[in-house]
């Protein structure tokens, strides 16, 4: 498994780097979970936005 994310690693290490240079407060992760949910898609899942 670990040889398998050693091709994500630079998007993973990009990821952290955006979110740490755009925090947001606990439950008010607007640009956060946009981003994930993006990336979620782009993956080909389907994603429900804007719930709770």
Known sequence: MLKQSYHIQED???????????????FKEIRT???VAEELE?????VRR???
């Not at 955006?18 to 925090?23: A, E, G, T, V």
């Open 42 to 46: 782009k993956l080909g899942y389907r």
């Open 12 to 26: 993973i290490i990009e990821w952290r780097r955006d979110f740490h240079m755009h925090p947001e407060l606990g």
């Open 33 to 35: 979970s946009g981003r």
């Open 50 to 52: 804007n719930v709770g």
